[in-house]
């Protein structure tokens, strides 16, 4: 069975730092891109970071850009992304996400996890 | 940065009904567009990929058309599970990927 499975969420102050994890099996981790995505309480959801099978290659949205970093391990199938400045604003469901094909890595996200809360609060 | 725009915002049908959700990019993504469904308290689910191929494991009653800038996602006759809110995506000139606001269709 292909799973992802999210781990790191919790309370954190602003301009702390908090590092997810996604733990990945049922699937050749290291061929495919991964994905971070977030949805805000009550909100939509929205991309945040994307980084290819070898992790040589990574993109981020602005609203992260230079405070998420995203990196993988692919001895041992998971994902991470070392959050840090983090702001009120950023409390939200984050969701891993994985890329449907192997060729391309902005594909579809066929396979989700099942989120982890991070709250940032005083 | 390229913008989806979905409507309606909310949509209210009854079972067995025919549901019709319009997703619009503000400039072409050609036909790199994604839609999913989520459900409360669950991860979002693919459903449609590249505009009209319907995901692994996803029921003939959804479909999936459109190219360019403007898309529609058909649930042909409504089934008590499809109630939930659904999401358009782009994956073309990227970064970013871009989701659209979402549409809810609730039972009515």
């Known amino acids: 069975e292909v799973r992802l499975v999210e781990s790191g969420g919790g309370l954190v102050q602003p301009g702390g730092s908090l590092r997810l994890s996604c733990a990945a099996s049922?699937?050749?981790?290291?061929?495919?891109?991964m994905n971070w995505v977030r949805q805000a309480p009550g909100k939509g959801l929205e991309w945040l970071s994307t980084i290819n099978g070898s992790g040589g290659g990574t993109n981020y949205a602005d609203s992260v850009k230079g405070r998420f970093t995203i990196s993988r391990d692919n001895s041992e199938n998971t994902l991470y992304v070392q959050m840090s400045s983090l702001r009120v604003e950023d409390t939200a469901i984050y969701y891993c996400?994985?890329?449907?094909?192997?060729?391309?890595?902005?594909?579809?996200?066929?396979?989700w996890g099942q989120g982890t809360v991070v709250t940032v609060s005083s | 940065e390229i913008v989806l725009t979905q409507s309606p915002a909310t949509l209210s049908l009854s079972p067995g009904e025919r549901a019709t959700l319009s997703c619009r990019a503000s400039?072409?993504?050609?036909?790199?567009l994604a839609w999913y469904q989520q459900k409360p308290g669950q991860a979002p689910r693919l459903l449609i990929y590249d505009a009209s191929n319907r995901a692994t494991g996803i029921p003939a009653r959804f479909s999936g058309s459109g190219s360019g800038t403007d898309f529609t996602l058909t649930i042909s006759s409504l089934e008590p599970e499809d109630f939930a809110v659904y999401y358009c995506?782009?994956?073309?000139?990227?970064?970013?990927?871009?989701f659209g606001q979402g549409t809810r269709l609730e039972i009515k």
């Open positions: 996400a994985k890329t449907m094909s192997t060729r391309f890595w902005d594909d579809a996200f066929d396979i």
């Open positions: 049922g699937f050749t981790f290291r061929s495919y891109a």
């Open positions: 400039q072409s993504v050609s036909r790199y």
């Open positions: 995506q782009q994956r073309s000139n990227w970064p970013p990927i871009t």
